[in-house]
């Protein structure tokens, strides 16, 4: 099963993409996991949204490739960050990979919300007519991972019992969905 990845943050520690690699090594065998980069997108403009910059149709492609889409978001201003909705805004013009896409949710955050706001956007956000993605419900996928720093190692390995039960929960139930 071929899982593309998609972390909401571009820096070079996140938490979030920590999280994304951690499921990547864990459930190798079961995903054929890539984490795809969105760091070198262009900012949507809805007058290239029909013939896109190259750099956006490879994403495009990539997407439409695979059999579904993982997300890993932190909070940003009670929000998801703007370069993931950038990505999702491209996805979802033209042609639109993530129409009937499986996905999951996933988020990180080093405050004790847990990224419960920015969740609940992108919910919002993958049900409007351009994305219409299928996306794992909550009571399957609740990985919200509050106060990170204290989760993860200084070698970005997920060191909390409590968090890593609820991720490997939350990740069998997403193959369930995506194989059944
Ligand atoms: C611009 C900005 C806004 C933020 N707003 C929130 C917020 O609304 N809620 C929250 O829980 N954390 C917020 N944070 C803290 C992030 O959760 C924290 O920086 C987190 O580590 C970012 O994810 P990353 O480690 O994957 O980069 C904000 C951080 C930034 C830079």
């Not at 059999?67 to 978001?73: E, G």
Request: hydrophobic letters at 40%.
């Amino acid at each position: 099963m071929k899982v593309a990845a998609i972390a909401g943050s571009i820096r070079e520690d996140s938490y979030n993409n920590m999280l994304l690699e951690n499921i990547k090594e864990r459930f190798n065998g079961k995903f054929d996991l890539d984490i795809i980069k969105i760091d070198k997108l262009p900012l949507f403009n809805q007058a290239e949204e029909l013939d896109p910059p190259e750099i956006v149709k490879t994403f495009k492609n990539q997407i439409a490739d695979y059999d579904a889409v993982l997300i890993s978001t932190p909070e940003y201003n009670w929000s998801v960050p703007g370069v993931l909705k950038n990505s999702l805004d491209w996805l979802s013009r033209g042609e639109r990979p993530m129409i009937g896409k499986p996905v999951m949710i996933v988020g990180a955050s080093i405050s004790l919300m847990g990224t419960i706001r920015a969740q609940m956007d992108l919910r919002r956000i993958l049900s409007a007519p351009g994305l219409s993605a299928r996306v794992l419900e909550p009571a399957k996928s609740e990985v919200l991972i509050t106060q990170a720093h204290e989760k993860f190692d200084e070698n970005g390995k997920l060191t909390d019992e409590a968090t890593q039960d609820a991720v490997d929960r939350a990740v069998n139930n997403f193959h369930e969905m995506v194989s059944g």
